[in-house]
């Protein structure tokens, strides 16, 4: 199985200030049909996670513009430009390249 | 508005087997596949597998083949993932997640089915 490691796994940010959660993969996420099934979710407590980023770098539809993907291969990367209340929670990479789909540790994002 | 909703808690005993059910609403789960993932308390997410809602063709986990079975019933837009020979391991939150048009990523996930599996 492919194995992701986030980090950090906890990130305390000021509110206003930037934050960024890196993601590596222990093989090439590229499939072959040339795509990278690479995302991105945010889970808030006691709520299901929610899609932020898909294939490395779209923002999924409703997502705010602060957040943003980056990567390629077998490391990524999310940031957010300015960390708002409401971005608390655990971030989640996902690889959807190979079965069986594979997750992150998750990075839990708290306000210092 | 599109949503999926899922079926109540469950408390079962070791050995039993679960039946967690995701009524789509909002649009018809033939168009999309549908994922299968879990989260054990205070734990990550593990992907247990998908079913195809248009041929009912099914893709599972290795860790789950052979315990897990995906269905749909096209008739009342609802899928259903079956568990058996539960352990206390198998004490998750279930959640039933749309894959997303055009990518492979769950964009619209059900509210969560609590399993608890105790003696």
């Known amino acids: 199985d492919i194995v992701l490691t986030q980090t950090p796994l906890s990130s305390p940010v000021t509110l206003g200030q930037p934050a960024s959660i890196s993601c590596t993969s222990s093989q090439s996420l590229v499939h072959t049909d040339g795509n990278t099934y690479f995302s991105w979710l945010h889970q808030r407590p006691g709520q299901p996670p929610r899609l932020l980023i898909y294939?490395?770098?779209n923002r999924f539809s409703g997502v705010p513009d602060r957040f943003s993907g980056s990567g390629a291969g077998t490391h990524f990367t999310l940031k957010i430009s300015r960390v708002e209340a409401e971005d608390v929670g655990v971030y989640y990479c996902?690889?959807?390249?190979?079965?069986?789909?594979?997750f992150g540790q998750g990075t839990k994002l708290e306000v210092k | 508005q599109e949503q999926l909703v899922q079926s109540g808690a469950e408390v079962k005993k070791p050995g039993a087997s679960v039946r967690v059910s995701c009524q789509a609403s909002g649009y018809l789960l033939t168009g999309y596949y549908l994922h299968w993932l879990r989260q054990a308390p205070g734990q990550g997410l593990e992907w247990m597998g998908w079913?195809?809602?248009?041929?009912?063709?099914?893709d599972y986990a290795q860790n789950f083949q052979g315990r897990v079975t995906m269905t749909r019933d096209t008739s009342i837009n609802t899928a259903y993932m079956d568990v058996s020979r539960l352990t206390s391991d198998d004490t998750a939150l279930y959640y039933c997640?749309?894959?997303?048009?055009?990518?492979?990523?769950?964009?619209?996930w059900g509210q969560g089915t609590r399993v608890t599996v105790s003696s």
């Open positions: 294939e490395i770098s």
């Open positions: 997640a749309r894959r997303a048009a055009g990518t492979l990523s769950p964009d619209i």
């Open positions: 079913i195809n809602g248009y041929s009912g063709d099914t």
């Open positions: 996902m690889q959807a390249t190979q079965f069986p789909f594979t």
